[in-house]
């Protein structure tokens, strides 16, 4: 299984009361890997489309272990599942090499210009194939 493996780099600003990461700031950390796999690594790869248009339509989190700042984290994630008009992503999220975190989003194409969904184009299915789980 390929997997799309960044850093990413949390804030002081992320912790809680608790010192803990605040569980809704996981969401920004499972976006930046998003965003670097869809955008950048798309783009480089001759596939632009996602930057075009693509939303967030579920979001599934078990938080199997707290992590407090500082900490080396990254994000993995691969494609659970590819459809027509959608597509799953599955990632694990490590602090200090400890699976701290796993999670799913579905993501759903968009037309911007149409404001409304659309289908996965065959460019964009060839690419997320390349980190098929």
């Known amino acids: ?31 930046e890997a998003r965003v670097a796999m869809m955008f950048t690594v798309a783009e480089a790869a001759g596939v632009p489309g ?6 967030v339509a579920r979001h ?27 597509f799953t992503f599955a990632y694990e999220l490590f602090a200090d090499d400890k699976l701290a975190l ?9 037309d911007t210009v149409e404001e409304r969904p659309r289908r996965l184009t065959a460019p964009e299915r060839a690419f997320l194939a390349r980190w098929d789980g």
């Open 1 to 31: 299984m390929a997997r799309f493996t960044t850093e990413v780099a949390l804030r002081w600003s992320d912790m809680d009361a608790f010192g803990h990461v605040n569980n809704n700031k996981y969401l920004v950390l499972l976006e």
């Open 50 to 55: 996602f930057r075009q248009g693509v939303v």
């Open 60 to 86: 599934e989190v078990d938080f199997l272990l707290p992590v407090t700042v500082p900490a080396d984290v990254r994000v993995e994630l691969w494609v659970e599942r590819a459809g027509n008009a959608s």
């Open 102 to 110: 796993r999670a799913k989003s579905v993501m759903v194409p968009f």
